[in-house]
């Protein structure tokens, strides 16, 4: 199983777009306190629609809480500053996989990656041109990749709608 998990994260929005994409993918979501915003924020409900009765959501108090209650193995954390892109890791091990994400403005603390550097994991991008890419975007880009190379497992492959445009 794989898991999403948001450190600290501040921008409603985001976190919302990833709770949906959490539902999708059958992937629980863990929020690592303080969060920028309620639970309650109209934005954050907006972003997830009504999906957020399909997410398993986890909270906790602090980073030391979270790591305290996993399997650190199959930590990775997702930075810009990683020697290694995320698409070179296997995710076919029919191990759990937690994908730790850092807050929009500032990542993920910089201590913490130094002592962690060989799970640290980078999306290839111009650096020239963009800063960082959208914490939502870049949640579902190393979500699928994980998801591809274990086959998709309990994902519809293909869905027929009783409207199908494609079918008619």
Not at 5 to 22: D, K, M, S, Y
Not at 100 to 128: A, I, Y
Request: proline residues 4%; charged residues 25%; glycine residues 2%.
């Amino acid at each position: 199983m794989n898991h999403i998990v948001l450190f600290e994260p501040q921008i409603p929005a985001n976190t919302g777009n990833i709770a949906r994409t959490c539902a999708a993918t059958n992937t629980p979501l863990h929020l690592i306190e303080p969060l920028g915003f309620s639970t309650d924020d109209k934005h954050l409900k907006r972003a997830g629609l009504d999906y957020w009765q399909d997410v398993e959501i986890h909270y906790y108090k602090n980073l030391e809480e979270f790591l305290s209650k996993i399997s650190s193995s199959n930590l990775h954390l997702i930075t810009k500053f990683a020697n290694k892109t995320y698409s070179e890791e296997n995710y076919a091990d029919n191990e759990e996989h937690y994908f730790l994400f850092g807050k929009e403005t500032t990542g993920l603390p910089e201590e913490f990656m130094r002592e962690n550097e060989e799970k640290c994991l980078r999306l290839p991008m111009n650096d020239e041109h963009v800063r960082s890419l959208n914490l939502s975007n870049t949640a579902a880009i190393v979500i699928y990749e994980a998801l591809r190379q274990q086959n998709f497992p309990n994902l519809e492959l293909t869905h027929h709608y009783e409207n199908d445009k494609i079918d008619k």
